[in-house]
């Protein structure tokens, strides 16, 4: 089981993949970090491939981990995004709302919805906090 | 596959039960399609997510703007990409780069000419110098040519004048003919190698000096 993902072959991750001219594309995150260190690649792959398959091409970075500065940094490669968002590469969910957040697109309505429910759980927190320190 | 699919016997192998040192995979193991629910799992009821008509109202408005909004950025940066290729600047840019292309390579076309056109200047002079001379040659050696046919023609008709003065003519025809009666010449004779002259099968003798001599030319002849 699985065998393929452990027998990797040996590729640059940076692109050259197999590209068709008719096959949808998707423009995703492959993640490039190891055990709870999480980094990841944004890549054009063919839509059908696994999410660790040798990419077309390298779209930018994203690391998710806060830096010392607290901040969370992300590379993109507007140009080639660009073109292959006219070629008409589907977006996935993470790659759309980060591009949203850059600015480059209109921020992806799961932003605003996780927002919310962070402040709505934030805000029943503080509510039973209240009410156990006034009881 | 059947006994492969018994649930002992498929964990006893994934947990390596049978073998004497117990290894137990951990990572890139999972459960495969056609085994039930753990048992620890067996009466879990997962939660469904509550969402609240608002919220769904809300996140439905939201994601319906955010979808036409992307559909005319895709169509905006389709048509970015199609005028990248076939706009009219694009193409009035490629057509000034191919102008001043070609105006570059007419330039060197033109300087190329001149160079050629002065070495060919220079060649066909020496040509042309060659050619007169030879020309030149050429006349004079006619000329001579000429010359010495001429000089051959005057010696013919100077010789044909000297000869014209033995010439049979109207004045003295009467005395070339008594001449020719009066010295008949018989011709019908033999000679042998010695140069003895017979007629009619009879030695004939001639004992002068001149005849001789006449007898010599006779063999010659």
Sequence with gaps: MRAYRILKKLLPSSGGGDDFEKAKKAIRLTRHGCANRPFYHIVVVLQKRDCKAHPIEQLGTYDPLINHNGEKLVSLNLERIKYWMAKNARLSNPVAELLGLSGFLPIHPRTYMTAWRNRQKNQTEANTSETATSS | ?221
């Design chain 2, 1 to 221: 596959m059947q006994h492969f699919c018994k649930q002992e016997l498929l964990f006893g192998k994934l947990l390596c039960k049978t073998k004497p040192v117990n290894q137990q995979p951990v990572r890139f193991t999972r459960k495969p399609r056609w085994l039930p629910r753990a048992p620890s799992k067996m009466f879990r009821v997962p939660v469904r997510p509550k969402i609240s008509t608002e919220e769904r109202n809300e996140l439905f408005q939201l994601f319906t703007t955010y979808r036409t909004s992307m559909k005319s950025i895709k169509k905006q940066l389709e048509y970015e990409l199609e005028t990248s290729y076939t706009g009219q600047e694009v193409l009035q840019e490629i057509a000034n780069k191919e102008e001043a292309l070609w105006k570059k390579c007419l330039e060197i076309n033109d300087n190329w000419n001149a160079e050629v056109a002065l070495a060919r200047d220079e060649r066909l002079a020496i040509e042309r110098e060659a050619q007169r001379k030879l020309i030149l040659a050429q006349l004079i050696e006619k000329e001579e040519e000429k010359k010495k046919q001429l000089e051959a023609i005057e010696e013919i008709v100077r010789l044909e004048k000297e000869k014209s003065k033995s010439y049979i003519t109207v004045e003295n025809i009467d005395q070339a003919i008594d001449k020719a009666l009066d010295n008949i010449v018989n011709y019908k004779y033999a000679i042998d190698v010695a140069g003895n002259i017979y007629y009619n099968n009879e030695l004939e003798k001639q004992t002068t000096e001149t005849g001789k001599q006449q007898q010599q030319v006779k063999v010659v002849n």
